[in-house]
């Protein structure tokens, strides 16, 4: 059985000096992806980096990694993606769900099927997942749910968006 690569996290700021480092959660999943033991994979090279540590910090995510003994190494890695080894018999299997990566990169198209932008980042927020898409350089936030966003055509490259107004363009 193969596995595919899946963004999990990007490492945020340092706390404190022992290296401990906040994580951006990019998966669904951080309980089964972020355990002390496991190994995640570490930017474009995909080093490996073992955790150590994992805790909650007031609702955020801190973990420490083996080779990575102090503030100064951790603070080196700031922004990087983190990544997991997912078997394929675990990924997404209903119609409405999507990794990030599926997501990034789609052709997003208005209510007409004009091209109107691409998505460039999807952010997960407490409330909801949320789209962030380049409309001519200018970034727009669109929340990720079926009234905004009703179709999905991951193979056809492109995602369509309901008829409202002001999702990609201001409203006077």
């Not at 700031?78 to 990794?99: C, H, I, K, T």
């Not at 999905?152 to 363009?169: H, K, N, P, S």
């Amino acid at each position: 059985m193969s596995e595919i690569e899946v963004v999990v996290g990007r490492i945020g700021r340092a706390h404190g000096i022992r290296g401990d480092v906040f994580i951006d959660v990019r998966t669904d999943e951080p309980g089964r992806r972020f355990v002390e033991g496991a190994t995640l994979w570490l930017g474009e090279k995909r080093r490996p980096l073992k955790l150590t540590s994992v805790r909650w910090n007031k609702g955020k995510l801190v973990v420490s990694f083996a080779d990575v003994p102090d503030r100064t190494a951790v603070e080196a890695l700031n922004g990087e993606f983190l990544y997991d080894l997912v078997p394929e018999a675990e990924l997404p299997s209903e119609p409405e769900e999507y990794f990030d990566r599926q997501l990034v990169g789609l052709t997003v198209r208005d209510h007409t099927g004009a091209e109107r932008g691409a998505v460039a980042e999807v952010l997960h927020l407490p409330a909801q997942d949320v789209l962030r898409i380049d409309v001519a350089g200018e970034d727009r936030l669109v929340p990720f749910v079926a009234a905004l966003v009703p179709t999905v055509d991951i193979d056809g490259g492109y995602l369509q968006l309901a008829d409202v107004e002001g999702l990609l363009e201001d409203v006077e």
